[in-house]
């Protein structure tokens, strides 16, 4: 399904500002918050607080950055392999070969007629290019030819992307295999509360009729919507932390302000602390997840 997202790369001071420093930006853009409204005053807390929109996975002490827009891209990806019951290798396959070929964008330009997250070209027999924009179709289609791939479980990530991309230089996916391998484990729910996003608030009020609609097509799971809040339930522990690190990877297009899996929770802000979960005031049963939108 079409979508229009607006993402920003994730940076960070190696310093704090100095106080004079910090109080000369708020001179000047304390002007430019009253000109512009809440763009301004936007780009006057990224400014403040030296965090600016976009997300962040850690696993085994390595962290790695997404733009929003990349973050949720690589949660249909993880998701779909999920659902399909593929093994999380498959889901880093498809990361990594993302990552090389459009950096995990949906874009319509590419080389000689290709588009998309994989760069799949009408003309090869991928699809039409109206439905290879669609994420969750791309990525169906490249998990419907990984499996083609003769011992692909075994095979080196780079080798196994090449068979099925067909590329110019395959071994250039091998250079993405860490960054892809701890964000499909943390998609997968393999390694929990290791995905976050640092988000500034949401304009206006969401429905939940977006959020059900990605979850099924994502995870071919049914939510409960009570008012803001939908709840998942997902039997397994892995599978919920899997709904709730996508959750978070998705908060920028759906307005999703909190979410709660066990004892742990996420709250959305543009604050560095954001990018990571926090024990939650009181447990909710394993197996479940809790995901609040603005209101």
């Not at 295999?177 to 996003?197: D, I, K, V, W, Y």
């Not at 640092?198 to 059900?212: K, R």
Request: proline share 4%; charged share 20%; aromatic share 6%.
């Amino acid at each position: 399904m079409p979508r229009t997202l607006h993402a920003g790369l994730t940076l960070a001071e190696e310093q704090p500002p100095s106080r004079g420093r910090l109080l000369l930006r708020r001179f000047l853009l304390l002007g430019l918050a009253g000109a512009v409204g809440v763009g301004g005053w936007t780009a006057y807390r990224q400014l403040a607080t030296g965090v600016s929109e976009g997300c962040s996975v850690t696993v085994n002490s390595q962290t790695f950055t997404w733009a929003t827009d990349q973050a949720s891209n690589a949660a249909v990806i993880t998701a779909i392999g999920g659902r399909r019951g593929l093994p999380p290798r498959a889901a880093s396959i498809a990361l990594a070969t993302a990552m090389q070929e459009s950096k995990v964008r949906n874009i319509r330009f590419g080389d000689r007629d290709s588009v998309g997250l994989f760069q799949q070209r009408p003309s090869q027999g991928w699809g039409t290019v109206e439905q290879i924009m669609n994420p969750e179709y791309s990525t169906n289609k490249f998990y419907d030819a990984l499996e083609k791939v003769k011992g692909y479980r075994d095979l080196e990530i780079a080798v196994a992307a090449q068979e099925v991309q067909r590329s110019a230089d395959g071994s250039a996916y091998a250079q993405h295999e860490a960054q892809a391998r701890a964000t499909a484990s943390a998609l997968s729910g393999q390694t929990p509360a290791a995905f976050g996003c640092a988000l500034a608030d949401v304009e206006g009020t969401p429905s939940p009729g977006l959020l059900l609609s990605l979850l099924a097509a994502d995870h071919a799971l049914k939510g409960r919507a009570a008012g803001s809040v939908v709840t998942v339930s997902a039997v397994e522990k892995d599978l919920a932390w899997s709904v709730g690190q996508w959750a978070v990877a998705r908060a920028k297009e759906t307005g999703v302000v909190s979410v709660q899996v066990g004892d742990r929770v996420w709250t959305r802000a543009l604050e560095r602390s954001a990018y990571g979960w926090q024990d939650a005031p009181s447990a909710i049963p394993v197996g479940t997840v809790r995901i609040t939108l603005a209101s």
